[in-house]
Structures are given as structure tokens and as C-alpha cells.
């Protein structure tokens, strides 16, 4: 997995709260990165295995919409976005890397 900024800020925000889901659109807003450049990052992550993802479920939902695509953290991927984190947190590249307030 190429190590970048785009990578660090996604393991911040995953590994923030490991065992909820994340949704795509709440991680846009959380870490800035654009939709075309993330959603192929957490494809990357699934099938590197350190994501599951499954489908929200139409009971669940409220209003008109159709059902969203979910991310849950895997053990390995814990361990390997941890890894990235701290490899971050002392290359001063990275010292910048904020995420922005959630929006869930």
C-alpha cells in the first residue's frame, strides 16, 4: 500500500472509532479527500483485507433512498491503519494531517 497523506488522514478517521460503520460520504466530509480519489482508496483497503464492507439494510432506512455501502474495520486492518498512524506520527510530512468535525 502506498504510504500518503490521503492514506494517513483515512486510517485517522478509521481507526477514530474502530467498530462503528463508516459510511463514504461521511469519511469526504470528514477527511477532505474528494469522492474520485477516495472510494478507490477503500477499495484498495478491502482488498488488501483490512476492510469489510456490507449494505446498509432497507429496513433501516427512513426515507426514500436506496440503501448505502458500509466499511468496517478487520482486525488485520486495525493493526496495519494503527501501523500507518504511528509511522505518521514521526514523519514530519504528516504533521499537518487534521480531520475535519464529523458530520454523523
Request: no cysteine; proline share 7%.
Amino acid at each position: 500500500m502506498k504510504y500518503t497523506p490521503n492514506l494517513v488522514a483515512v486510517a485517522i478517521a478509521l481507526t477514530a472509532d474502530p467498530d462503528r460503520r463508516h459510511w463514504g460520504y461521511d469519511l469526504t466530509k470528514t477527511t477532505g479527500i474528494r469522492s474520485g480519489v477516495l472510494y478507490p482508496l477503500l477499495g484498495r483497503l478491502y482488498e488488501e483485507g483490512w476492510l469489510d464492507d456490507g449494505w446498509e439494510d432497507q429496513a433501516e432506512i427512513s426515507e426514500k433512498r436506496p440503501p448505502r455501502r458500509y466499511y468496517t474495520l478487520t482486525d488485520y486492518g486495525l493493526e496495519q491503519l494503527g501501523a500507518v498512524k504511528a509511522r505518521a506520527a514521526t514523519d514530519p510530512r504528516f504533521t499537518r494531517i487534521q480531520l475535519r468535525p464529523a458530520i454523523w
